[in-house]
Nanobody
């Protein structure tokens, strides 16, 4: 199982980023995909999740209206579009794949929101 996460970096408040996570080594189209994040000194939290067929199951209240999760099963890729970024969105963002007891994690990608 392998994940390649990209799209992170430094952005000013109010800016936008799109994270991508390309997966391989499992049947991507069967898995629920999620993005989590972990800020320094805080617990990892769910940002947004999407079912295998593209239904968005939930997202954190703090990102509703600003972040959008989507997936392309033909490309084995899940995305997180992040708009109106705030300094409190600064964290390491992780891609997650889950199916039954199968639970896989990406290595994480840094997003820093700062002026």
């Amino acid at each position: 199982v392998q994940f390649v996460e990209s799209g992170g970096g430094l952005v000013q408040p109010g800016g936008s980023l799109r994270l991508s996570c390309v997966a391989s080594g499992f049947t991507f189209s069967s898995y629920r995909m999620s993005w989590y994040r972990q800020a320094p000194g805080k617990e990892r939290e769910l940002v947004a999740a999407i079912t295998s067929v593209g239904g968005v199951t939930n997202s954190a209240d703090s990102v509703k209206g600003r972040f959008t999760i989507s997936r392309d099963n033909a490309k084995n890729t899940v995305y997180l579009r992040m708009n109106s970024l705030k300094p409190e969105d600064t964290a390491v963002y992780y891609c997650n794949a889950r199916y039954g007891w199968y639970d896989y994690w990406g290595q994480g990608i840094q997003v820093t929101v700062s002026s």
